[in-house]
T-cell receptor, first 112, second 114 residues
Framework: KAGVTQTPRYLIKTRGQQVTLSCSPISGHRSVSWYQQTPGQGLQFLFEYFSETQRNKGNFPGRFSGRQFSNSRSEMNVSTLELGDSALYLC???????????FGPGTRLTVL | AQSVTQLDSQVPVFEEAPVELRCNYSSSVSVYLFWYVQYPNQGLQLLLKYLSGSTLVKGINGFEAEFNKSQTSFHLRKPSVHISDTAEYFCAVFEGQGAQKLVFGQGTRLTINP
């Protein structure tokens, strides 16, 4: 069974731009969660989608948004990029609540 | 809200020595606990999980962890480490009812010296 895939793996953007990251979950998994990983703040939860609905949301500004498609693939968008948005963005999929999450390799975003 | 504390930010050990990585969580009625490992430039890989049942949980790569409810701990152990175990290790807990939000500790960097 194929694992969680994320594209692109690396991105370089400048301040003020916007970016879209993509995540394809493991086949049969309906829940997709997104996390931000930085050296200073560690791993922080962004949001979770299940059956195209946002079910949980972390403490991030409205510039961070996401969506999920009918095939469970998910995208997250960050608008008006700031230097502090530079991070590794990880996507994780699971069958449903209280099931273990399987992580993708991440997208490393650098904002200049 | 749940919180997770990993008591050591770095742990250096010699190859073939035993290791324990410590994790404490804030108490809750129901707790679901995980240990993940992250190798350089990679995502997180699940080592083991505690959802219910036996308090001693065995995972991949020879790791095990013990759930201790009275001490709110979930320490990770391995009797004999290898160079390939060099990585960052994260303890995590689910937060909330029906939640898929994982709350992570700050991570422990395990360095194996030959």
């Amino acid at each position: 069974k194929a694992g969680v895939t994320q594209t692109p793996r690396y991105l370089i953007k400048t301040r003020g731009q916007q970016v879209t990251l993509s995540c394809s979950p493991i086949s049969g998994h309906r829940s997709v969660s997104w996390y931000q990983q930085t050296p200073g703040q560690g791993l922080q939860f962004l949001f979770e989608y299940f059956s195209e609905t946002q079910r949980n949301k972390g403490n991030f500004p409205g510039r961070f948004s996401g969506r999920q498609f009918s095939n469970s693939r998910s995208e997250m968008n960050v608008s008006t990029l700031e230097l502090g948005d530079s991070a590794l963005y990880l996507c994780a999929s699971s069958k449903d609540a209280y099931n273990e999450q399987f992580f993708g390799p991440g997208t490393r975003l650098t904002v200049l | 809200a749940q919180s997770v504390t990993q008591l050591d930010s770095q742990v250096p050990v010699f190859e073939e020595a035993p290791v324990e990585l410590r994790c404490n969580y804030s108490s809750s009625v129901s707790v679901y606990l995980f240990w993940y490992v992250q190798y350089p430039n990679q995502g997180l890989q699940l080592l083991l999980k505690y959802l219910s049942g036996s308090t001693l949980v065995k995972g991949i790569n020879g790791f095990e962890a013990e759930f201790n409810k009275s001490q709110t701990s979930f320490h990770l152990r391995k009797p004999s480490v290898h160079i390939s175990d060099t990585a960052e290790y994260f303890c995590a807990v689910f937060e909330g009812q029906g939640a898929q939000k994982l709350v992570f500790g700050q991570g422990t960097r395990l360095t194996i010296n030959p």
